[in-house]
């Protein structure tokens, strides 16, 4: 049946999908200090688009780990002897 389809309701579709983190489309989804570009990681999602790849967005594991860019405690942490960014 779904072969019948395919052949009937022919598209240009690559047929070919990447399941790409949020935070490599989108790093204004990180921690506060983990993002080092203003928007998305350009060199994946060019080299995707032109490989003729559909991208599917999966969620960032920073964020669901760890809130991302709303943990609440990273600016009492900053600078604490207990936080790698002790001065």
């Known amino acids: 049946m779904v072969r019948i389809l395919s052949e009937k309701l022919r598209d240009e579709r690559s047929q070919k999908v990447v399941f790409v983190s949020h935070c490599i489309l989108n790093e204004n989804t990180r921690y506060l200090g983990g993002a080092f570009r203003k928007g998305c990681v350009d060199e994946v999602v060019d080299r995707l688009r032109a490989m003729e790849v559909g991208i ?32």
Not at 59 to 64: A, K, L, N, S
């Open 56 to 87: 599917v967005q999966m969620p960032c594991p920073e964020r669901e780990c760890w809130g991302g860019v709303l943990k609440k405690d990273i600016v009492r942490a900053y600078g604490s002897n207990r936080s790698i960014n002790y001065r």
